[in-house]
């Protein structure tokens, strides 16, 4: 019980209203500029083409008109740019945005292109030099849109009067299908014409899902599911990887290793995610952070999503504890009031411990705020019905449902070992130095190091700093466990337990000897 008064009375010298609003206005400022950080980064909207581009074509396609003697590539490019005209109107007109109708119109655009390169072929026989169509690299005079350079198929098809009324053929479904402007009908379409015979099972199940719920718009999370999903893969390749090697035989031992397993059981777990997301209904919070995953109009963003950045403010919570809490010990001496607590019949490392715990437990009141101001920020910007529905989960090789706000908080006790770790330094330098403004500066300095040291890491392969606890710090990097930030630790050989495992030692080590120097350090008068 007394040692719970202890505890209780590091509330009470250090809570005040002045100080619990600071941290909350902080906490407050914080989730605004990390919120509309991502929300702005994580902007997946498409510039639609303007009026400065129909103009620049439109000066191009009046140029070549303005040609008297036209060559066949003056011809045949002149005819590209009246269709790209053509098409960015429709583009800007119809509000067309980076997704499958734009697919659509290029391939609509290449069909038109062959069919005049076939109708140039008719009319200017004698003019057509077949042999070099078919070595048109070699042509001097090179004209990216000319008719030389796009024509090739013409030496490669045994009946171009087929492959013209095939073309016309698709140029009429694709621009039925742009007019129908259904998601389903397209996907229908391509299943019809056996353009999807190459997908997995699990694609064609999450196909089957869009087309029996007649899903229409392309943005509906399911659609950008099926979009999305990829085969787990037996490893990734070296091209995906932005790592140093210092030598070619480490780099021959990660290329045969590749991910390991943990790769594996990544990429398992996102596809299983997705494909349970679109059964179910439940939109996934999957955060790709890999530098080859799905391009942003294949991704989607939810509550879920902004709600879990809460794991960054983590560097924002050691900032304000060193700012609010960097005197725990040395105040004491600098006010006198060591002497009281000293002289009372509490033993010290019971003092010191009541300290520390007060410490975390400050930790993660601070923590707490920032998630519900960042719960509800992220609820009236992105609405709240994502996030009462539940956390998918991949554990026990099945999807799980857990609640959502639960499974925050075990996350938050989990990748929150590293912040403990700071706070043993804080602890410890507060106890060495009895200098709070030293301790407050510097445990604020190693809050900001997490994204320096793995700049510094990625980029000249320092492999030490990978055994520092200050790379844990930022404890987004732990949650997202994202591919790049694991691929650092893998090319040293270092998991994300192994960075809780080096944080917890850090933790032991460093109470220990606070505990030594508190215990055997003389008060003086």
Same mark, same amino acid.
């Given at each position: ?57 439109? +000066? ?15 011809e ?18 119809? &509000? ?10 290029? =391939?609509?655009?290449?069909k ?6 076939? &109708? ?10 077949i ?22 198929? /013409? ?16 140029? $009429? ?22 353009? +999807?015979?190459?997908? =997995?099972? +699990?694609?064609? &199940? ?24 990829s085969?787990?893969?037996? #490893? ?18 990660? !290329? ?7 790769k ?13 997301? =679109? ?24 509550s879920?999503? %902004? ?15 060193? @700012? ?26 019971? !003092?010191?411990?009541?300290?520390f @715990? ?7 009141i ?17 609405g ?7 956390k ?16 925050l ?12 770790? #700071? ?5 410890? /330098? =507060? ?25 510094? #890491?990625? +980029?000249?392969?320092?492999?030490? %700093? ?7 710090? $930022?404890?987004? /990097? ?14 040293f $050989? /270092? ?31």
């Amino acid at each position: 019980m007394k040692f719970i008064n202890l505890i209780r009375s590091e509330f009470i010298k250090n809570y005040s209203i002045k100080k619990l609003l600071l941290i909350i206005l902080t906490m407050f400022i914080s989730v605004l500029v990390l919120g509309e950080g991502f929300l702005f980064l994580d902007d997946r909207s498409v510039q639609i083409s303007g009026k400065d581009a129909i103009e620049t074509i439109n +000066n191009r396609y009046q140029q070549l008109l303005a040609i008297e003697d036209k060559s066949l590539d003056d011809e045949y490019e002149l005819y590209y740019f009246r269709v790209e005209l053509e098409t960015y109107k429709y583009i800007y007109e119809n &509000e067309i945005g980076d997704d499958w109708r734009l697919d659509l119109l290029v =391939s609509i655009r290449e069909k038109l292109m062959e069919n005049k390169a076939i &109708e140039i072929y008719r009319e200017y026989p004698e003019q057509i030099n077949i042999n070099a169509i078919c070595n048109s690299s070699s042509m001097v005079d090179y004209h990216p849109r000319g008719f030389y350079s796009n024509s090739k198929f /013409l030496c490669e098809s045994d009946d171009v009067d087929a492959l013209e009324k095939e073309n016309n053929k698709i140029i $009429d479904d694709y621009e039925k299908l742009l007019k129908e402007n259904k998601y389903y009908l397209y996907l229908s379409y391509q299943n019809a014409n056996g353009l +999807n015979e190459s997908m =997995s099972s +699990n694609e064609k &199940e999450l196909a089957k899902i869009i087309i029996d719920e007649k899903i229409e718009d392309a943005k509906d999370f399911r659609v950008l599911n099926y979009l999305q999903y990829s085969e787990p893969r037996k #490893c990734d390749s070296l091209d995906d990887v932005a790592v140093t090697f210092e030598t070619e035989e480490q780099k021959e031992e990660y !290329i045969k290793d590749c991910f390991k397993i943990e790769k594996n059981d990544k990429r398992k777990e996102k596809s299983a995610i997705i494909i349970y997301s =679109s059964k179910h209904n439940i939109p996934h919070d999957i955060s790709y952070t890999e530098w080859r995953g799905p391009d942003h109009r294949k991704t989607y963003t939810t509550s879920k999503h %902004l709600t879990n950045k809460v794991f960054h403010l983590s560097l924002v919570v050691i900032i304000l504890v060193a @700012i609010t809490s960097s005197g725990i010990i040395s105040g004491e001496h600098n006010k006198g009031t060591i002497k009281n607590l000293i002289s009372s019949p509490v033993k010290r490392w019971k !003092i010191l411990l009541s300290k520390f @715990i007060y410490l975390i437990l400050h930790m993660y009141i601070i923590w707490l705020i920032g998630l519900v101001i960042m719960y509800f920020y992220a609820g009236f910007r992105l609405g709240f019905n994502d996030l009462l529905l539940p956390k998918l989960v991949y554990t026990g090789s099945k999807v799980v449902e857990v609640n959502y706000f639960l499974y925050l908080l075990i996350q938050m006790l989990v990748s929150g070992i590293p912040v403990i770790a #700071c706070l043993s330094i804080l602890l410890f /330098l =507060s106890t060495v130095t009895l200098n709070t403004a030293v301790t407050a500066s510097i445990t604020s300095i190693l809050g900001i190091m997490p994204p320096i040291l793995f700049y510094i #890491c990625s +980029n000249f392969g320092i492999k030490s %700093l990978i055994y520092l606890p200050f790379m844990y710090f $930022d404890c987004g /990097l732990i949650y997202d466990a994202g591919e790049w930030y694991i691929r650092i630790l893998d090319q040293f $050989d /270092l998991s994300l337990g192994g960075g809780i495992i080096i944080s917890i030692i850090t933790i032991v080590v460093l109470y220990v000897t606070t505990n030594i120097v508190y215990i055997k350090r003389d008060i003086k008068n």
